[in-house]
């Protein structure tokens, strides 16, 4: 029945209905527990919770061995009415097979990749689980949480055979399946006779300068890790000023400053361990100047034309094969000393001086200058004429000369005025020619022309200057000619400057961008084009004098001729797909709440389109794709903006039947029902429009306002007229009873437009005074105490 203040409605009946229990087969919910196996460590608790379900509520009983369990102070079973909520977790995929990366009789070391897919959340830690081979069962390896994916088992029974097995964890607390298992592995020591490994660099004679350092490298392998010792003459070298051996478990270096002749010989590395022993000679040769030629030196067969000399060579060649000797004469007249020279000699400067020259004045003067590092001689040709002579192959010297009168000189270099500067400078006296170079370069290599002109004439003398120095640097760019993914060919020009001899040989030398260790890739290359599989080369020219400066080469990436592909664009296929086709697509998302980037497809896409799922409700995700082709994964795009995950909504349907209920003159009353559709979300409100003598309604929610529903016919405002009525409770259509001295309440609703007029009366007769009566819009009172006959 329905009931409202006036009343209830006639009653509505239903069909019988049976009522009893609705019931369900007891069922257990096993995925919290682990492959229904429960790993403890002894001396923890053991604690096992699983969900029951089941109407009318089942009985539980727990059994172990086939035995009722015996509950005891340590042991103690709880059942509850419902279990806790369990959130559904994507499951964590297995980790790769195990497989051993080291093995000695008691310890065995394994190592695995990660699982494919982690369950959307990072994973946090694995278990290893070992298994003695042929029957034993699965047992825990490590008792602390692992997170690398490498991890050495000991404590293990030599030559037992064990398989291994991994379980990922991840940060939601799901666990996957066990991986694969390992191979049998055996617990043995696994003896690899040592190996030395160098650069091809240390297999031919190491050659340098004196004053230079060296350092020798090499890299060690075998099983168990070898003892290494240097030694040299027999004896093993020891740490000093100057020289240094270091060792790690598996390199070792020499390193020696400022080396000298002694410095150089065979170092001798030894590794040894107990399957056997390796051993590689390095060669060492440091190049010095010869010494002096072993004395004396004897003259023989002398005759007016020539006589015969003869010597013993060096006792030090320095190193590298004596080529020749230099032999020196000084010519004196009739065999006798100058005696008219006169030698002025500082610290910057030396000049010699001969007065009244004549013909037989006329040679080779040769000066030489030494200090503790070695000695210079140049040679200077001397020609007695009437008018002056000048100085050849002058580098520093001062000439005399004579002239009558006295003569004006001009310097020209390489066709231009020799100009005067901090280390070039020139003069002349009544007597005398100066040029000074200091500290000679490649700058100063050229032709000079010295003019003296006096009126008895003009003579020029020519001076080749030849600086004799290392290289100057390749011509360069360095071109990279062709590039694969493991080699890179490179070419470059000559140097413009030779050092005054011709180029032995270039070294080319590659470092990898990510760091500063320069290698060397031929040392005595002949030709100017090189192939290397690095990314930076620089190359450098040799003489006999030494190396000159490095030629460095743009950075190179060494890589196929396919690139990888673009990314997309606005969430469509790249525009460039690396000179190979685009083979499929990896889709990635991104919670707001967490830190990484997670995939979403396991298997590659080749659609333009994807359906994500596994997301969960009000979490905000953005996503990204990139392209994958022959060569890898390329670049992804840029992310998307973040979408909320949740049921689609719209804009609410319109209002059910709107109508009018009431008018007066100067309102309308209006009422509707809600919409059939809310569009997914709680209507918030209504908007209620007119327009003359129309109206209609529409709902709103957080989409927006939605379509609306207009009120049928024309609508004025006026007021209604109803006829009067009299809303009385039947019971009060009866006679009433009252006993004497009590009160009379009769409480009557009014209903009426205009609003009724009321009269109460009795009898057709006014009421007494004793009658109290309250006349509302809605309703009247008659209230009369003491009631009596």
């Known amino acids: 029945m329905a009931v409202n203040h006036s009343g209830r409605s006639i009653p509505k009946e239903s069909k019988p209905i049976v009522v009893k229990d609705s019931t369900s087969l007891p069922e257990f919910d096993l995925r919290g527990v682990c492959h229904k196996t429960v790993i403890a460590k002894a001396g923890d608790d053991i604690k096992v919770e699983i969900p029951v379900m089941g109407r009318p509520r089942p009985t539980v009983s727990w059994q172990k061995d086939g035995a009722a369990l015996k509950l005891t102070q340590r042991t103690n079973v709880e059942t509850t009415a419902a279990s806790e909520p369990i959130l559904a977790l994507d499951p964590v995929d297995p980790p790769g097979q195990p497989v051993p990366i080291s093995v000695n009789k008691n310890a065995i070391t394994i190592q695995w990749t990660k699982p494919e897919y982690d369950g959307g959340f990072k994973i946090t830690g694995y278990i290893v689980e070992k298994r003695e081979l042929p029957a034993g069962r699965w047992m825990r390896a490590n008792f602390t949480n692992i997170i690398e994916t490498t991890f050495t088992v000991s404590g293990l029974t030599q030559d037992a055979s064990y398989e291994f097995r991994i379980i990922a964890r991840n940060s939601a607390g799901a666990v996957s399946i066990p991986s694969e298992p390992s191979d049998p592995i055996i617990c043995k020591d696994d003896i690899i006779e040592p190996r030395i490994m160098v650069d091809a660099i240390f297999r031919d004679v190491v050659l340098l300068k004196a004053g230079e350092s060296f350092k020798l490298e090499a890299d060690i392998a075998g099983q168990p890790t070898p003892s290494m010792v240097w030694t040299k003459n ?250 694969t993914s493991d080699s890179v060919t490179i070419s470059w020009n000559p140097p413009e400057y030779d050092g005054g001899c011709t180029i032995k040989n270039y070294i080319v030398e590659k470092r990898d961008t990510s760091t500063t260790t320069w290698m060397v890739v031929s040392s005595n290359l002949a030709r100017t084009k090189i192939k290397g599989n690095e990314y930076i080369f620089r190359v450098r020219a040799v003489n006999q004098y030494g190396v000159g400066a490095p030629l460095e080469s743009p950075p190179v990436i060494i890589k196929d001729p396919y690139m990888l592909p673009g990314s997309p664009k606005n969430l469509e296929a790249p525009s460039e797909d690396g000179g190979s086709p685009v083979t499929g697509y990896i889709i990635e998302k991104h919670d707001k709440e967490g830190v990484r980037w997670t995939r979403c497809n396991r298997q590659t896409v080749t659609d333009l389109s994807f359906k994500v799922k596994g997301l969960l409700e009000s979490h905000n995700y953005e996503f990204r794709v990139a392209a994958e082709n022959s060569v890898g994964v390329g670049e992804p795009s840029s992310p998307t903006v973040f979408y909320k995950a949740l049921d689609p909504i719209f804009r609410p349907g319109p209002p059910h039947n709107p109508r009018v209920t009431d008018t007066t003159r100067t309102s309308v009353f209006l009422s509707w029902g809600k919409p059939i559709s809310d569009g997914g979300c709680e209507i918030q409100g209504y908007i209620v429009e007119c327009c003359s003598t129309t109206f209609r309604v529409c709902a709103i929610n957080k989409v927006g306002v939605g379509e609306h529903a207009d009120v049928a016919g024309i609508v004025v405002a006026k007021d209604r007229a109803d006829e009067p009525d009299l809303d009385i409770d039947p019971e009060l259509r009866k006679i009433v009873t009252i006993k004497a001295g009590a009160s009379l309440r009769l409480f009557i609703p009014i209903k009426g437009r205009p609003t009724p007029t009321i009269k109460w009366d009795k009898d057709e007769a006014s009421l007494k005074e004793t009658a109290q009566v309250e006349i509302t819009s809605s309703y009247t009172l008659l209230v009369i105490d003491k009631m009596s006959r």
Not at 262 to 279: H, Q, R, S, Y
Not at 330 to 340: I, Q, Y
Not at 369 to 381: D, I, L
Not at 403 to 412: I, Y
């Open 234 to 483: 027999g004896k093993e070298v020891e740490n000093t000023m100057k020289l240094e051996v270091r060792f790690t478990e598996l390199t070792t270096t020499l390193t020696n400053k400022d080396s000298i002749r002694p410095d150089g010989g065979e170092f001798i590395l030894t590794a040894t361990n107990v399957g056997g022993f390796a051993k590689h000679i390095f060669n060492v040769k440091v190049l010095d100047r010869p010494g002096p030629p072993v004395g004396p030196l004897k003259v023989t067969d002398v005759t007016a034309e020539n006589c015969a000399l003869s010597w013993a060579p060096p006792a030090d060649d320095g190193g590298s094969k004596i080529e020749g000797y230099v032999i020196e004469k000084r010519e004196s007249r009739d065999g006798e000393p100058v005696e008219r020279a006169i030698i002025d000699s500082t610290t910057s400067y030396t000049s010699l001086i001969i007065e009244n020259v004549n013909r037989f004045d006329s040679g080779k003067y040769n000066l030489t200058v030494e200090n503790s590092s070695g000695s210079k001689t140049v040679t200077v040709q001397v020609r007695v004429l009437d008018t002056p002579s000048a100085p050849q192959n002058l580098k520093i010297t001062a000439v005399p000369y004579i002239a009558r009168p006295k003569a004006t000189v001009s310097w020209v270099k390489d066709g231009l005025p020799l100009k005067r500067t901090s280390r070039v400078n020139f003069g002349a006296t009544d007597t005398m020619l100066n040029l000074t170079i200091k500290e000679a370069t490649k700058d100063d290599v050229g032709h000079y022309i010295i003019t003296l002109t006096n009126t008895a004439g003009e003579t020029k003398a020519d001076i080749g200057i030849v600086v004799l120095d290392k290289p100057g640097q390749p011509g360069g760019p360095v071109k990279v000619e062709e590039v």
